[in-house]
């Protein structure tokens, strides 16, 4: 029982770790691009987008030489916490984070640039700052859209399979998620263990639809503090 339930929990604790990281990530950064004008605002969209489109195995591979013990950053986390980062818990973490950002950046940037521009306005008008209308107007008035960001991150990171395994390998107890140990299992002809992750997997899937649908269906009142 133990040994079928630490992929679980390794994979439910990536993505809380990749969940709450995103998020102290995202907001600055939607702040940057909502709040700002700045030269190659574009650029820097689409290179927050990019996960989305680009091959897992294409990211897995840059960011795998990217963390490699004779990197700069590989060597530097080695020099600091004496570890490595590839194949290594914080090393998928790292991965599940660049590869889940856009899940969390931009339904947070799109649902504050969809946002009536009354809003602003009226907080300016009442002496508030670019940051204090943000902060205090612009995010209450989105919350139903961080709170699915979120599970949608939350979600993606529970499923991610080619980054990690190409960055963690399958060290049980340390890399081996629970879409690893689904590979892992088929490998090893043990389809009755594979079958019980999937069926984990996929109950969580459909309850994370729900409570997206949920979310969708009861918007909150505008707020102007």
Request: glycine share 4%.
């Amino acid at each position: 029982m133990e040994d079928f339930l630490t992929p679980l929990w390794l994979s439910c604790k990536l993505a809380f770790i990749t969940t709450f990281s995103l998020f102290i990530i995202a907001v600055p950064i939607v702040y940057g691009l909502s709040m700002k004008k700045f030269f190659a605002q574009s650029i820097v969209k689409v290179i927050i987008a990019l996960p989305l489109i680009l091959p897992p195995s294409v990211l897995g591979f840059y960011l795998l030489i990217a963390l490699q013990p004779n990197s700069y950053l590989g060597s530097f986390w080695n020099m600091v916490f004496d570890a490595r980062l590839a194949f290594s818990f914080e090393g998928i973490l790292i991965g599940s984070i660049i590869f889940s950002l856009p899940f969390m950046v931009n339904p947070i940037l799109s649902a504050i640039e969809n946002l009536p521009h009354h809003l602003s306005e009226a907080s300016y008008s009442l002496g508030k700052t670019k940051w204090q209308t943000f902060h205090k107007v612009l995010l209450p008035n989105i919350r139903p859209s961080i709170i699915s960001a979120a599970i949608l991150t939350f979600a993606h990171t529970i499923g991610e399979f080619g980054v990690i395994l190409m960055i963690g390998g399958n060290i049980p107890g340390e890399t081996r998620v629970a879409s690893i140990a689904i590979f892992h299992e088929l490998e090893s002809m043990n389809y009755d263990m594979a079958n019980q992750y999937a069926a984990v997997l996929l109950v969580f899937s459909f309850v994370v639809l729900l409570l997206v649908q949920f979310i969708h269906k009861n918007p909150t009142r505008p707020i102007i503090c």
